[in-house]
């Protein structure tokens, strides 16, 4: 191991989502004489694009007609807007030897590679930044081949039903690898290691297990290492993005403005601590970390391809301003099996929006919902889901006409886009206008009013022994065809148990209750006076953790969450015939977390909630008035 490879490795997350802001690749490359990073990761890949991008790869071996549908037409199956962060960095990239790892294949890694091939041999760069790109994730012909063969149902992770009754053709097919063949791809000499869908963690696991010659067997350092992707994966959320104590931001030093992106050091042995870049906004704290944590976390045990880290005594460590370190993360060997996602199409959905403003908003609501089921009875029969929703509560004695409007927001999805024309569903609705209620108004964008495609994803699981984990070798000679390939073996060492069914996560209530106070000695306030929490999506799954920063509140907290009083809390959200919840506690981290299961129908995709991630399920719960015990009080007031 050379001289340089003995320090802990920093790896930087410069990009948590296809959506994220470009600039911070560069910045980080830029910057490495004055805050060094080893390795530089990005992560574009989500349930939301999986989707849209499948349909891209297998739209594109189909003739194209002369009407096609520029929403599924447009765009390469791989995630262009990496491109747009890559280009500016290449030259520093070089210059300072630092590696990039990302998951912006998408659906067509290769495809990707011979883009970015192009523009690194376009700037002389060729020789300097060497490319690998990994295969193995397209599995929908196994997926088939053992259905038929009768080897697997192949059963849905969150509803149970098996693939054979699904309503819905699958046409593409992914499964999550693990971050070995980063690793392997890296100690062949890749500058840029480019992948379809790894897990969020693998590059991080993959860049620790190369920089510090790890085996497969350490499974405390993988676990560790897995944590740390986790944490830094979705870029500015642990520097104080998506954070339910973003008030304190505000005149933090660094601001709330522009902030900063993580960085993860982690040493040979394992230890792990999580800073962010010099000179940026936000702020990384154990709240920020803890919050990060919470965050699509499905139980006291995280699986991932190459291990399966145990969580419940896991706590984190403020060791100076902006650096946190992470401890009491446990190990255990990995699944036999991976996690994978089946695309299909869905159908097509529209919707419309009205205003509703001032007095009188539920009866303003009943009357057009009733006059809009009765415009839409003729065509509606032919709907897979039709909704009417009122977002928004009006303040009452509003100083603003905004601040007394809410929206009323009609939804509709069918099979077939012929049952979903103009002429079937937007027109209806807005010719409704002059028999409305007072005041009637509806938004004149009327693009949402259109029928668009939406998507399935179905959620399984495939032995890793069925999948070909392939690393395509960077090659000194580009004219050398074909390229070195390397193929990535399944772990020996697995263990199946505890089982992915809830049944080793769920405690209703806590194991050590504590007599909570009287109301008499309580004072009604919302729950987010004195409580943090996060959520997120898995699927049609919601996660939603809640913790506190102070010792002496936990005991009340993890007393007062019970699953009962959650399912209070969620309020006209609960529906006991489709949402089972499962809670665990991690004491450590002083929090209590709950998996929502089905709240969020059927996932991003096809959901017809307007909180389609689920990121808002917290606040909401955050909000509602609960007796808060008046000890905790300061001034009269909780304190986060």
């Known amino acids: 191991m050379s001289s340089k490879e003995r320090h802990p490795i920093r790896i930087a997350g410069a990009s948590g989502s296809a959506s994220d802001r470009r600039h911070a690749l560069a910045a980080f490359a830029r910057a490495y004489p004055t805050d060094r990073v080893d390795v530089i990761i990005s992560d574009y890949m989500s349930e939301a694009n999986m989707v849209v991008t499948a349909v891209r790869k297998v739209d594109s071996a189909l003739p194209k007609p002369p009407d096609a549908n520029p929403l599924t037409a447009a765009g390469p199956a791989f995630e262009a807007t990496f491109l747009e962060a890559l280009e500016p960095a290449l030259n520093d990239l070089a210059k300072y030897e630092i590696k990039v790892v990302v998951n912006a294949g998408a659906s067509d890694t290769e495809g990707l590679y011979k883009v970015v091939l192009d523009m690194i ?32 149902t192949f059963n849905n992770i969150y509803t149970g039903e098996n693939l054979n009754s699904w309503s819905f053709e699958p046409i593409y097919a992914q499964a999550y690898l693990g971050g070995l063949g980063i690793a392997a791809a890296l100690r062949a000499g890749a500058g840029i290691v480019l992948c379809g869908r790894v897990s969020d963690a693998s590059p991080i ?15 405390d350092k993988l676990a560790n290492a897995f944590v740390a992707g986790h944490l830094i994966e979705c870029s500015n959320y642990i520097c104080g993005g998506n954070f339910s104590g973003f008030k304190m931001l505000e005149d933090s030093p660094g601001g709330w403005v522009d902030i900063g992106y993580p960085i993860a050091e982690i040493s040979s042995s394992g230890a792990v601590t999580i800073t962010k870049q010099k000179s940026s906004g936000g702020a990384l704290t154990v709240d920020t970390c803890t919050s990060q944590l919470l965050y699509e976390i499905q139980g006291p045990y995280y699986l991932n391809s190459d291990v399966t880290a145990v969580l419940p005594e896991i706590w984190f460590e403020q060791l100076s301003t902006n650096r946190v370190a992470l401890h009491g993360v446990k190990s255990l060997p990995p699944p036999p099996t991976t996690k994978v996602g089946i695309t299909a199409r869905g159908g097509f959905q529209a919707e419309v929006h009205w205003f509703l403003t001032g007095l009188d908003i539920p009866e303003k609501a009943r009357m057009l919902e009733a006059q809009l089921r009765h415009v839409l009875a003729p065509y509606s029969d032919k709907f897979s889901l039709l909704s009417f929703s009122t977002l928004g509560t009006p303040e009452p004695d509003a100083d603003s006409q905004n601040a007394a409007t809410v929206v009323f927001r009609v939804f509709a999805q069918t099979r077939k886009v012929e049952d979903l024309t103009p002429q079937k569903f937007l027109r209806p609705i807005i010719d409704n206008i002059m028999q409305g209620y007072p005041g009637a108004t509806f938004h004149l964008d009327f693009r949402l009013g259109l029928p668009k495609p939406y998507y399935e994803y179905y959620v399984t699981l495939l032995p890793q022994s069925e999948i070909k984990h392939i690393v395509h070798l960077p090659c000194t000679d580009p004219t050398i065809i074909p390229r070195a390939e390397l193929e990535i073996p399944p772990p020996t060492n697995t263990q199946t148990s505890p089982p992915h069914n809830g049944t080793q996560t769920n405690q209703p209530e806590t194991s050590n209750p504590i007599p909570l106070p009287a109301p008499s000695d309580c004072t009604l306030l919302p729950l987010g006076t004195l409580i943090h ?13 809640l913790w506190t920063p102070h010792a002496h509140v936990y005991p009340w907290l993890r007393t007062f969450l019970s699953t009962a009083t959650l399912t209070q809390l969620l309020g006209k959200e609960y529906n006991p015939e489709k949402v089972k919840i499962e809670r665990f506690e991690l004491p450590n981290a002083r929090a209590v977390h709950f998996l929502c299961r089905n709240l969020l129908d059927r996932g991003v995709g096809a959901t017809s909630s307007v909180d389609f991630l ?20 300061v001034e009269g007031k909780a304190r986060l």
Not at 132 to 152: C, H, Y
Not at 205 to 219: F, M, P, S, T, V
Not at 536 to 544: A, F, H, S, T, Y
Request: with cysteine; hydrophobic share 40%; proline share 5%.
């Open 533 to 545: 929490a996060r959520s997120g999506d898995k699927g049609p799954d919601c996660n939603v953790g």
């Open 205 to 219: 696991i993959g860049a620790a297990y190369w920089w510090h010659g790890w085996q497969r067997d350490e499974l």
């Open 614 to 633: 689920g990121k808002n399920v917290a606040e909401f719960i955050r909000a509602r008035v609960v007796p808060i015990p008046r000890e905790f009080l």
């Open 121 to 152: 041999e376009k700037k002389g760069l060729a020789s300097q930044l060497r490319i690998a790109w990994i295969s193995g994730d397209e599995v929908l012909p196994t997926i088939m081949s053992d259905l038929k063969a009768g080897t697997s």
